[in-house]
DNA sequence: GGGGTGAGTGTTAGCGCTCACAAACGGCTC
DNA sequence: GAGCCGTTTGTGAGCGCTAACACTCACCCC
């Protein structure tokens, strides 16, 4: 195994020219004569050569890697927005590293930098929504690009985020809209930043409305817990509109709902957040929120390519605006 | 940015020794007195010294970074699968680069292999579960270490895979058990190895009972596809049963069902494949065929590290079984 | 006492690349 | 024709590490 390829001596050898010229074209370097950079360019075919990255990452001491920690990947959300970096960060020329972690709390969220770092990676995007992991990033290594996915909107990391109060702004009006007296809301847990967005977006409408604000009903992000919520209130006849945190919650709200006999959206309206592929298959297809992780991933590899490339300047801060997508689940109250 | 850290004379002055000694510590190299690993290990300790893995893998000429090749990484399967793989990697002590691909042709999977090689991985594991991958993987340059996972059965690439007939197997006679004549099948795109194997043992197990074998009926992986196919089925007096492909397609098939008022498990039960976590909350909760993703993470993991440390022998192909898990969608047939 | 042995350490030479610098060349100005 | 520019190419050093080898001891055996 690791039979070593070809080397640029071989190539400049071949091309009847120097290393050095055939690392400039390489680096697209002007002051090359064209007819140079074509014999140099068929050598390299010729041979197959290809870069060693590892030497050329030794002498420029960076490398051409990324890390990405995130948790809970297998959740479409992450996982949304892991491909998405995938993406972008390879039309930019780079490698994607993931480092999962079951927690984000100080200790595993620094065992994953560290490992990232031992590995050489040139910058680290954390995906961090929750509290504890805004105070572990504060606590980082500075000397290392850094940019934070829904992270701590107060803190003084690089941030992108998606527009969550919007998100839930726009969702709780389409309710009010279609006619329900005020909206309940089942949340994320009280630890995230995504929840408290939610939350604030949900109250705000309610509030621009002249609603009555119910006190939101606390979950964790799973259908599990989405059931539980559901099964309280579908027994609350004054329940008639329900804008849950996700969409797993709003399937858990679904089922409920259903065992108890009350019809969606006849008799309860339900919104849910992120737009799941299946969301259009629950019973009934459910309208939802759909945040966008191409434009996140973009924004955040943006904000960490200028630090990489020690640039200062630019904002700190992004934000991305989700947009509502309507589907059955949502109707008049009754009567 | 990118300022450089100490290096290994650093680290080799601060101790009294030479950097080579340095080099035999890190390794865990014998021969290093007790007293001279200390002395080194404060010293690491003292400058926060981190090796450089560039370096090591220039002179080595093999990196810690292993790449991954997936398609649809949003989907539970994939991004499982790719989170295990991550989680085992990291054990052995490398890093996992993911690379998406949106189709699995020749074209897209030799530049992300490509994309991988020049990013200098030690080696590559493709997830491959179509035939038109089979075909790609075969003329792939053969100086990379490679495994396959969910490949092709008859190819001669190092494999690993989920054993779909075994599962299919199960969950037919799981419905032939609870009393039904025979068991429809809603099956995967027919270019998937996944999909082969679940039909072959659906078909084993109708054949063993001693049932009638019916035509199955063709979807692709999506909730979409199983509500269209579940619109037919729940017009068709004689179904009871119906195992699907996977859980997305058993959802839109239980809508369908739900649409047309034909109660599920009372009047037809349904199993799916994947168990993906919200299976449990689906209307009714879903049983389904859970693959063990750790275990062929693991698998493909020791297959690889076998063939970058240069041993020839070992298996090359590794069956993983799954299991099946019984919730609430199954039940005697009516009458 | 000469010559082995093995533990523990140091010296040297690259791995393949980029960077800084030097050099060669033609064309221009004065 | 001396001097200067801009273009194009080459030379040498060195990034931080490991592998190969050399060396120094202490210890043992005949």
Same mark, same amino acid.
């Given at each position: 195994?690791?039979?070593?390829?070809?080397?640029?001596?071989?190539?400049?050898?071949?091309?009847?020219?120097?290393?050095?010229?055939?690392?400039?074209?390489?680096?697209?370097?002007?002051?090359?004569?064209?007819?140079?950079?074509?014999?140099?360019?068929?050598?390299?075919?010729?041979?197959?050569?290809?870069?060693?990255?590892?030497?050329?990452?030794?002498?420029?001491?960076?490398?051409?890697?990324?890390?990405?920690?995130?948790?809970?990947?297998?959740?479409?959300?992450?996982?949304? &927005? $892991? @491909? %998405?970096?995938?993406? /972008?960060? *390879?039309?930019?020329?780079?490698?994607? =590293?993931?480092? !999962?972690?079951?927690?984000?709390?100080?200790?595993?969220?620094?065992?994953?930098?560290?490992?990232?770092?031992?590995?050489?990676?040139?910058?680290?995007?954390?995906?961090?929504?929750?509290?504890?992991?805004?105070?572990?990033?504060?606590?980082?290594?500075?000397?290392?690009?850094?940019?934070?996915?829904?992270?701590?909107?107060?803190?003084?990391?690089?941030?992108?985020?998606?527009?969550?109060?919007?998100?839930?702004?726009?969702?709780?009006?389409?309710?009010?809209?279609?006619?329900?007296?005020?909206?309940?809301?089942?949340?994320?847990?009280?630890?995230?930043?995504?929840?408290?967005?939610?939350?604030?977006?949900?109250?705000?409408? &309610? $509030? @621009? %409305?002249?609603?009555? /604000?119910? *006190?939101?009903?606390?979950?964790?992000? =799973?259908?599990? !817990?989405?059931?539980?919520?559901?099964?309280?209130?579908?027994?609350?006849?004054?329940?008639?509109?329900?804008?849950?945190?996700?969409?797993?919650?709003?399937?858990?709200?679904?089922?409920?709902?259903?065992?108890?006999?009350?019809?969606?959206?006849?008799?309860?309206?339900?919104?849910?957040?992120?737009?799941?592929?299946?969301?259009?298959?629950?019973?009934?297809?459910?309208?939802?929120?759909?945040?966008?992780?191409?434009?996140?991933?973009?924004?955040?590899?943006?904000?960490?390519?200028?630090?990489?490339?020690?640039?200062?300047?630019?904002?700190?801060?992004?934000?991305?605006?989700?947009?509502?997508?309507?589907?059955?689940?949502?109707?008049?109250?009754?009567?």
């Amino acid at each position: 195994m690791a039979i070593r390829g070809p080397a640029m001596t071989d190539v400049a050898r071949l091309a009847g020219v120097s290393h050095q010229t055939v690392s400039r074209v390489l680096n697209k370097h002007p002051y090359v004569r064209e007819q140079t950079r074509l014999r140099v360019e068929a050598a390299i075919v010729e041979l197959g050569y290809r870069p060693n990255r590892a030497a050329r990452a030794l002498v420029t001491g960076r490398s051409q890697v990324i890390g990405v920690v995130a948790q809970n990947t297998t959740l479409y959300g992450p996982a949304s &927005l $892991l @491909a %998405a970096l995938e993406q /972008v960060a *390879a039309e930019a020329g780079f490698a994607v =590293s993931v480092g !999962s972690v079951r927690d984000l709390d100080h200790r595993s969220i620094s065992a994953v930098v560290e490992r990232h770092l031992m590995h050489g990676v040139a910058g680290i995007v954390v995906i961090a929504p929750v509290e504890s992991a805004g105070a572990a990033l504060e606590r980082l290594p500075k000397e290392v690009p850094l940019v934070t996915v829904d992270g701590d909107p107060r803190g003084s990391v690089p941030l992108v985020t998606v527009d969550q109060a919007a998100g839930a702004r726009e969702a709780t009006r389409h309710l009010l809209d279609a006619g329900h007296r005020t909206v309940w809301h089942v949340s994320g847990p009280a630890d995230w930043f995504d929840s408290a967005g939610r939350i604030q977006g949900w109250r705000e409408a &309610l $509030l @621009a %409305a002249g609603a009555e /604000v119910p *006190a939101p009903v606390p979950a964790d992000w =799973s259908a599990a !817990s989405g059931y539980r919520c559901g099964q309280m209130l579908a027994r609350m006849p004054e329940v008639t509109a329900v804008f849950t945190a996700n969409d797993h919650l709003a399937l858990g709200v679904l089922r409920a709902m259903h065992e108890y006999g009350r019809r969606v959206p006849a008799e309860i309206s339900v919104v849910g957040f992120d737009d799941v592929p299946e969301a259009a298959y629950f019973i009934p297809p459910l309208t939802t929120v759909r945040p966008g992780f191409a434009a996140v991933a973009r924004a955040s590899l943006d904000l960490l390519l200028t630090q990489i490339e020690g640039a200062a300047g630019g904002e700190l801060r992004q934000t991305i605006a989700p947009i509502l997508v309507a589907r059955n689940s949502v109707a008049a109250p009754p009567g």
